[in-house]
């Protein structure tokens, strides 16, 4: 959560400036064929569970730094790699037992893992903001026994105002506006047509011609064209006369196809909103969000298929329009609305809300959470040296005590960047392992604490990851004694 932060400077001179791990690595560029091994690895540990990627870099660099001290020694990489093998295997069962089991509904245990995971991406005030941000928008989508669909939460950026002005919509945002001047900017209590009808005149599909022989035929035939299309049009606004009339109702219509400006005209005369080229992601939010059903063919236009919202009213901010489809009776998707003064602000606060987002559904998955801080890497620590160490065979002990201690970079990384000495740091916390307190590393004090006092958890799918894959990848690495540049050499001598 403190560390410092990185500038990307890009070959045409853009700047980004980051401090999460799978942004450097994704956009960095690396020349040495083992360090783009390694950052692969990070890579997709992102893809699966959204955090710990310098964590994998750090874990995988640390093993190869204490394997190191005995290959110097003429230890063989073979007999080593056992004993990494035996460790990684001891570890993924003991972390079993660390496990702390959390309810899908238990707002402040999620609460506390999206702050933990969003604290080591952007500033803390900025990171309190999105933590409630994120997690409710989480527990919006969520319902029981369905998987999170995180494409359900839209994530809409504007450039306006400052971050901390990013905020949960509990409904939609479409980033386009009405494209006619006398439509409604703002109305209340709306019924919403979510529709993927076209209402714009089309030519026919197959290559086709009339043919005609006077002027009064083609007047006819221009006529019955557009009959077809207004027809469409019709149908829709006999609904809304039927629903709104009398009442305080208003009606909007979201196309996913186009409306013409004579269509347009016409709804624009009834009061109507009508928004066309609605994305197709937007129509499932939409449904979700409001309700309703999405109506494929003009003839079958009822109440029953329509939504609700409170508040639809349009945004403009410079040339963009935005349209905000608020105040939702029983929302199933939001929308996460991201300012920020600059592009790069913006970037940044996006790859943090997409990694908050991540860490909420995996605790939901996996109904459970780790201790952070430092404390599970502590423990772990432990029980390599102390249990796993005896039992293992000859000289595969080293491999054991080298991923042991490899384990304890995380600890001596959070006391390092926060400003304190890694020895004194490490030394306090296995004092109090050797009581049985699990205990982490506090960064504002440099103090042993508790992490479950204070709040901070990790993922365990995440921390489950980075103890699958990092010994793997520094085991492969170990046993390559030789670097060579692949190809044939076209040189003739």
Do not use: W
């Not at 624009?268 to 979700?288: F, P, Q, T, V």
């Not at 029953?304 to 963009?320: C, F, I, P, R």
């Not at 991201?338 to 860490?359: E, F, S």
Request: with cysteine.
């Amino acid at each position: 959560p403190k560390g410092t932060i990185k500038m990307l400077v890009g070959g045409a001179g853009d700047v980004k400036l980051t401090k999460d791990g799978n942004v450097l690595l994704r956009e960095m560029q690396i020349q040495n064929p083992t360090a783009v091994m390694i950052a692969r690895t990070a890579v997709a540990q992102d893809d699966i569970s959204g955090d710990g990627t310098t964590t994998t870099v750090l874990v995988i660099g640390e093993i190869m730094k204490q394997a190191e001290r005995y290959l110097a020694e003429g230890l063989h990489p073979r007999v080593l790699v056992e004993g990494i093998d035996l460790a990684k295997k001891a570890t993924l069962e003991y972390i079993q037992t660390l496990k702390i089991p959390v309810e899908p509904g238990d707002r402040e245990t999620l609460t506390c893992v999206a702050r933990t995971a969003l604290s080591t991406k952007v500033y803390k005030e900025l990171a309190e903001d999105l933590t409630n941000i994120v997690t409710d928008a989480v527990l919006c989508i969520h319902q029981s026994g369905v998987p999170v669909d995180l494409h359900m939460v839209e994530l809409m950026h504007m450039r306006h105002k400052m971050d901390s002005d990013s905020r949960l919509i509990k409904g939609l945002v479409l980033d386009h506006g009405a494209r006619h001047p006398d439509m409604p900017k703002r109305l209340e209590n709306c019924y919403i047509l979510t529709c993927n009808i076209s209402l714009e005149y089309e030519k026919s599909e197959v290559n086709s011609g009339f043919f005609y022989s006077s002027a009064e035929q083609r007047e006819k035939l221009v006529a019955a064209e557009r009959e077809v299309t207004d027809e469409r049009v019709r149908k829709v606004i006999e609904l809304k006369k039927k629903v709104c009339d009398g009442t305080d109702r208003t009606f909007v219509v979201i196309n996913q196809k186009g409306i013409d400006p004579i269509s347009l005209d016409m709804l624009a005369k009834e009061g109507i909103l009508g928004l066309r080229r609605a994305k197709k992601r937007n129509m499932e939010r939409l449904i979700l969000a409001c309700g309703g059903e999405a109506v494929q063919s003009e003839h079958d236009l009822t109440e029953e298929m329509l939504g609700y919202a409170g508040l639809v009213y349009e945004h403009t901010l410079g040339e963009e329009k935005y349209t905000f489809v608020e105040d939702v009776k029983n929302p199933r998707s939001c929308t996460i609305l991201m300012k920020g003064p600059n592009d790069h602000t913006i970037a940044q606060i996006k790859d943090a809300v997409r990694d908050g987002l991540r860490a909420v559904k995996n605790t939901i998955e996996d109904g459970c959470v780790l201790p952070g801080a430092g404390a599970m890497e502590i423990a772990v620590h432990k029980h390599l040296t102390r249990e796993v160490k005896k039992h293992a065979k000859g000289r595969a002990k080293l491999g054991v005590e080298a991923f042991a201690d490899a384990l304890l970079i995380v600890p001596k990384t959070l006391a390092v960047n926060s400003g304190y000495d890694a020895q004194d740091s490490i030394i306090a916390l296995q004092d109090e392992h050797e009581n049985d307190n699990v205990v982490g590393l506090d960064v504002t004090t440099g103090e042993p604490m508790q992490p479950t006092m204070q709040g901070v958890y990790d993922n365990y799918i995440a921390k489950q990851q980075i103890m699958a894959s990092a010994p793997v990848i520094a085991q492969q690495l170990l046993l390559v004694d030789e670097v060579m540049r692949a190809g044939i050499n076209m040189k003739r001598g």
